[in-house]
């Protein structure tokens, strides 16, 4: 079964605009990942989160992870047309944190 | 740095036959994944290695999906006998972390199986 679920299932927004996708995970953690997916290739890390860490940057890319709540949000600001892909959060636990779980992730579509 | 090679890209097959896929993961690489994910859903992993040795099976499906990574380089994971329902890009990727070490995987751009 899927541990992490994305929300919402898709999202369509204009270019500048800012895009916020949710993750909620069942249970404890070793580390969060986000990732990147354009149609028909593989996927791109973007993001890992620690579980003892509350939030990360990379460029335009916020994340944040709240343990108690089990849950994770990646922010994109100033979204532009290429960021247009599906999302994906994966976690991994304490037992074998080499291995990642991933949701059914949420499409982001960004109009120019 | 190169990236994880996959082949072939595209495979189409009739139900009941066999299909293998490769993939070599990046150079250093100790752990190996195969991942299914089947069109509108996230990736679900079938099988973790480290090395040469199995870390995680448990969602094989061992009756007809078997995979291998001798020497601990390359891999092949092959299905025989297709069924309709194997219809899905397989994905693998590599990641320089172990069982207890985080470490991001970096995917291959997978194959695309069609079975009719």
């Known amino acids: 079964s899927q541990q992490g679920e994305e929300d919402p299932q898709a999202l369509s927004i204009q270019e500048g605009e800012n895009a916020t996708m949710n993750c909620s995970y069942k249970?404890?953690?070793?580390?969060l990942q986000w990732y990147r997916q354009n149609s028909g290739r593989g996927l791109v890390h973007l993001i890992l989160i620690r579980s003892n860490e509350r939030e990360k940057h990379s460029g335009r890319l916020r994340v944040t992870l709240d343990t108690s709540k089990k849950s994770s949000s990646l922010l994109i600001t100033a979204s532009r047309a290429a960021d247009t892909a599906s999302y994906f959060c994966a976690t991994a636990n304490n037992t074998n944190a080499g291995k990642s779980t991933f949701g059914d992730g949420t499409t982001l579509t960004v109009k120019p | 740095e190169a990236g994880v090679a996959q082949s072939p890209r595209y495979k189409i097959i009739e139900k009941r036959q066999s299909v293998a896929f490769w993939c070599n993961p990046i150079?250093?690489?100790?752990?190996l994944y195969w991942y299914q994910q089947i069109l509108g859903q996230g990736p679900k992993l079938l099988i973790q290695?480290?090395?040469?040795?199995?870390?995680?099976d448990s969602q094989l499906p061992k009756d007809r999906f078997s995979a291998e990574r001798l020497k601990g380089v390359d891999s092949t994971l092959k299905i025989q006998p297709a069924k309709l329902e194997d219809s899905a890009v397989y994905l693998c990727?590599?990641?320089?972390?172990?069982?207890?070490?985080?470490?991001?995987?970096?995917f291959g751009n997978g194959t695309r199986l069609t079975v009719t």
């Open positions: 990727a590599s990641s320089s972390g172990v069982k207890k070490v985080r470490s991001p995987l970096h």
């Open positions: 290695f480290q090395n040469n040795g199995v870390v995680d």
């Open positions: 249970t404890s953690i070793n580390n």
């Open positions: 150079s250093g690489h100790a752990t």
